[in-house]
């Protein structure tokens, strides 16, 4: 894990899978964090898609489909009252697979979820993930005790576990943030004991409603600024690893997608900024418009190839490649945004 410079926090979209399989020798280089997400609803059957059996037993198919066998962190808070089944139910499953799952665990976390990461931690060896959210972040004093009861309760040591210091949706301005997240991270009990030691946080909005359609805007990356900020105020105990969570929010919406109107757009990762080029409706004026939007985006001095996700764009605007969909279009800014992230990362000061 020491060559390892960036742990994207995924939410399990069908796109992120497989973005996974596109890095190549860069896979080498990240750690992802798989979030299990609920069950999708069927509002117009007013009940869920599919069982939660079914629905967890896609996740490891599609992380060994795209990923591999390379470690990825499975993270079943978002599931509520069904994290600690579904937990136990990836590990078990992934360990069919030939996957090498490492379970996260929080605070908050449930005795189910703590049980089924005690015996992924016994069974398979690879340690364990803790990962801190903001509210815990204030108080090491009352946050430090509950992290070792949380490696004592699931049989794990410091050196076999990940801090995750996870400052959640972050907004328009991290210079206040950025001093408070200096003097947690110089905080942070026994810093060099730890297996490794992350910094996350996400900027990406919830949506693009925002962005007015056939526009391109621009949108601030304060995620990986907060980090930089950090990591240039010098005298840290350890210089930690940036997490974030890639082109989505750090929140988990359900939406019913008859209320939306989904608008043609790219999100493209630039150095300071995320560059978004907004579209009309993929229902009235199809999928062919990303033509066009491609044209746009190759346009802008952020574009550069650097990855999988902008060879796509640039044989979609010349005609030489399909115009995809909706997974596509979040695969191809994925891609993307973790290599221009690793680039940058592997280069910061």
Not at 56 to 81: C, F, R, S, T
Not at 129 to 155: C, F, I, N, Q, Y
Request: charged content about 25%; overall charge positive.
């Amino acid at each position: 894990m020491s060559d390892t410079l960036y742990y994207p926090i995924l939410k399990g979209k069908q796109g992120e899978f497989r973005a996974l399989g596109l890095l190549g020798a860069k896979k080498l280089q990240i750690t992802p964090v798989i979030e299990l997400v609920p069950v999708p609803f069927d509002y117009a059957e007013n009940k869920p898609k599919k069982s939660l059996a079914d629905h967890v037993a896609a996740v490891p198919k599609q992380v060994v489909k795209g990923w591999g066998n390379g470690e990825a962190w499975i993270d079943p808070h978002d599931l509520a009252k069904d994290a600690g089944a579904a937990l136990a139910q990836c590990l078990t499953e992934g360990r069919a697979l030939n996957a090498a799952f490492v379970p996260v665990i929080r605070v908050e976390s449930t005795a189910p979820v703590i049980q089924a990461a005690k015996n992924g931690v016994t069974t398979d060896g690879r340690g364990i993930v803790l990962r801190v959210t903001s509210k815990h972040l204030t108080d090491w004093a009352v946050t430090g005790p509950k992290l070792t009861k949380m490696l004592e309760d699931v049989g794990a040591s410091r050196k076999d576990a990940h801090l995750i210091l996870d400052f959640g949706p972050i907004g328009s301005d991290v210079t206040v943030l950025a001093m408070a997240a200096v003097s947690i991270v110089r905080s942070v009990p026994t810093p060099k004991a730890w297996k490794s030691l992350a910094v996350a946080s996400g900027a990406f909005p919830k949506d693009l409603a925002a962005v007015k359609r056939l526009t391109i805007a621009r949108l601030p990356r304060l995620d990986y600024d907060l980090w930089s900020r950090i990591i240039m105020s010098g005298d840290l105990p350890r210089r930690p690893i940036f997490a974030d969570y890639a082109v989505g929010h750090p929140e988990w919406t359900e939406r019913d997608f008859r209320m939306l109107t989904m608008s043609g757009s790219i999100r493209y990762t630039g150095g300071k900024d995320w560059v978004i080029v907004k579209g009309t409706s993929v229902k009235k004026d199809k999928w062919v418009q990303m033509r066009q939007r491609s044209k746009d985006l190759m346009a802008q001095p952020e574009f550069s190839k650097l990855s999988w996700g902008d060879t796509f764009i640039e044989n979609c605007a010349n005609n030489t490649g399909n115009t995809g969909n909706a997974t596509t279009w979040r695969q191809v800014g994925t891609v993307r945004h973790i290599v221009k992230t690793l680039k940058q990362t592997a280069s910061h000061p």
